[in-house]
């Protein structure tokens, strides 16, 4: 009880000890916050679990039983602490890396490796203080014949059923180490367009437009093309493409497309074009071409640019805009508003009985 006492002792101690050094410290008490709000609680039961376990006998078989479970115990507390030790070194590294600021691409590269790297850590820690639970006991430690013959279909069970597994955890690294995905790159899957909101070593998850959530296996990023707006830079090049008839005035279409494209403070001030790229038999085609930010900024700029263009059109010049045209009739019999011809009488007499 000394032990567990003296223990308990300086577990609370070093809180306080914590404690006051964040307040008196500047540069370091971030630092010292995390490591009391993550650490404090593994860190006491640390120490009164190892207090707990150096005082206990080992004179009888009920002794070193409870002494084994305790070592145990001692095992899962001690990869407790590693695991948020490695989250308080995380939260530390994103302080410098904010994703809050216009060119953030580099920062969100580095936060999604580390994010990646501490996964797999943890998974790491976790399946080594597993290990060690394993090894404390004596048959596990011999590998005997009978835990052979016991694990071996259950071993070739798990290793077909983590194969899909496996292959997704490789991905994610692939995805993470090779700068092919980050957090909050925009990003068209599935014909869908969103942003990443998560990225695991398994899946990823894509926030949509419309707030819905794609999730989708890492593997489906490394074998599937997808559209990635953000790769290099935020920036795009967003299009607005009229169909309108060929008497449409383009000059002046030009002038009013600069115009909505100047006035707007979605563009960025760098690319903005207005050409005819294109023909049918029954129109020309022009397309408006104005880069932004974004994404979303440039979504909305096609948006204002398209919406503002056909008022202008509506107004200024109605005969740029196409019409849906009915083929002449053939007789003035016929009716010419999108029915059938319709006979002026029975073409035959209707049949009767007798």
Same mark, same amino acid.
């Given at each position: ?19 006051? /050094? @964040? ?31 150096? %005082? =206990?006998? =080992? ?12 070592? /145990? ?57 597993? %290990?060690?639970?394993?090894?404390? &006991? ?10 052979? @013959? ?10 077909? @059923?983590?194969?899909?597994? $496996? ?13 092919? /995905?980050? /957090? ?17 070593? +398994? ?17 489906? &990023? ?40 100047? =006035? ?26 104005? %880069? ?19 008022? &202008?059109?509506? +107004? ?23 029915? =059938? ?5 029975? +073409?035959?007499? $209707?049949?009767?009985?007798?």
């Amino acid at each position: 009880m000394a032990w567990t006492a003296g223990a308990l002792a300086a577990g609370w101690l070093s809180g306080v000890l914590v404690r006051w /050094l @964040a307040r008196r410290r500047g540069g370091d008490r971030r630092l010292l916050w995390l490591l009391h709000q993550r650490c404090h609680r593994p860190w006491v039961a640390l120490l009164v679990v190892g207090a707990l376990y150096t %005082s =206990a006998p =080992a004179h009888n078989e009920v002794a070193r039983g409870v002494r084994h479970v305790l070592l /145990l115990v001692l095992i899962g507390v001690a990869a407790w602490l590693v695991v948020r030790l490695l989250y308080v070194m995380e939260d530390i590294a994103f302080q410098s890396l904010r994703v809050d600021v216009s060119d953030n691409r580099r920062n969100r590269k580095v936060r999604t490796q580390i994010t990646v790297l501490r996964r797999l850590t943890t998974a790491g820690v976790i399946m080594l203080a597993f %290990s060690a639970m394993l090894m404390t &006991f004596e048959s596990l430690r011999t590998f005997g014949l009978s835990l052979l @013959a016991s694990a071996g279909v259950a071993g070739a069970v798990a290793g077909l @059923a983590a194969q899909t597994m $496996l292959r997704n955890v490789l991905a994610g690294l692939q995805l993470a180490m090779t700068d092919q /995905l980050r /957090l909050d790159d925009v990003v068209v899957v599935e014909g869908e367009w969103g942003w990443v909101e998560e990225l695991t070593l +398994t899946r990823v998850v894509v926030r949509l437009w419309d707030w819905r959530r794609l999730v989708l296996p890492t593997v489906y &990023f490394t074998n599937t093309p997808f559209q990635n707006w953000t790769r290099n830079e935020a920036r795009v090049l967003g299009a607005v493409v009229l169909h309108l008839d060929y008497g449409a005035p383009v000059q002046e279409l030009r002038a009013e497309a600069h115009r909505i494209v100047e =006035a707007s403070p979605l563009w960025d001030r760098r690319d903005w074009v207005l050409q005819v790229v294109d023909s049918t038999p029954w129109s020309m085609v022009v397309r408006v071409l104005a %880069s932004a930010a974004d994404g979303p900024s440039s979504w909305d700029l096609r948006c204002e640019i398209r919406e503002q263009l056909i008022a &202008f059109l509506r +107004t200024e010049h109605p005969e740029a805009l196409l019409r849906c045209r009915t083929p002449a009739a053939s007789s003035p019999e016929e009716l010419t508003i999108g029915t =059938a011809p319709v006979p002026s009488k029975p +073409t035959r007499p $209707l049949a009767t009985s007798e």
